[in-house]
């Protein structure tokens, strides 16, 4: 699948998102070992930090389905003119089940996709460098 492909599920995602105090929509999409697509979206509540990113409720919902295996991720954002990267907490949530080379793509409104990976994201990740990652 490709990157066009699994951002466009991303923003459907993002449609389903519960972002009242926000309105702030995303979604993202991961694409899982075996093909599949799992999505999520933000989710938040009236206490903002109990509020889940899509990033994790997409992983959080993938393994759920017995998936632990990924090859990439792309989220969007409809609310932002800009591409919006997966934020600090979502990175170091991410780093838990990929590789620095895992790709990850996001993209807002304006069209403009930025493509990166987990290791760029994601720098000195001491459990990679150390090779128990």
Same mark, same amino acid.
């Given at each position: 699948?490709?990157? &066009? $492909?699994?951002?466009? *599920? !991303?923003?459907?995602?993002?449609?389903? /998102? #519960?972002?009242?105090?926000?309105?702030?929509?995303?979604?993202?999409?991961?694409?899982?070992?075996?093909?599949?697509?799992?999505?999520?979206?933000?989710?938040?509540?009236?206490?903002?930090?109990?509020?889940?990113?899509?990033?994790?409720?997409?992983?959080?919902?993938?393994?759920?389905?017995?998936? &632990? $295996?990924?090859?990439? *991720? !792309?989220?969007?954002?409809?609310?932002? /003119? #800009?591409?919006?990267?997966?934020?600090?907490?979502?990175?170091?949530?991410?780093?838990?089940?990929?590789?620095?080379?895992?790709?990850?793509?996001?993209?807002?409104?304006?069209?403009?996709?930025?493509?990166?990976?987990?290791?760029?994201?994601?720098?000195?990740?001491?459990?990679?460098?150390?090779?128990?990652?």
């Amino acid at each position: 699948m490709d990157t &066009k $492909k699994l951002l466009e *599920l !991303a923003g459907v995602a993002a449609e389903r /998102s #519960y972002s009242p105090y926000s309105k702030f929509r995303v979604g993202a999409a991961l694409l899982c070992e075996d093909g599949s697509v799992v999505c999520g979206a933000n989710v938040e509540n009236r206490s903002y930090g109990l509020a889940i990113c899509a990033e994790r409720s997409a992983i959080v919902s993938a393994i759920a389905q017995g998936k &632990k $295996k990924y090859r990439a *991720l !792309a989220v969007s954002c409809p609310d932002a /003119s #800009y591409p919006v990267s997966p934020c600090g907490a979502c990175r170091q949530f991410i780093s838990e089940f990929v590789d620095p080379d895992f790709p990850v793509s996001f993209a807002g409104s304006d069209g403009a996709v930025v493509e990166t990976t987990m290791g760029e994201l994601f720098p000195h990740d001491a459990l990679h460098e150390l090779g128990r990652g």
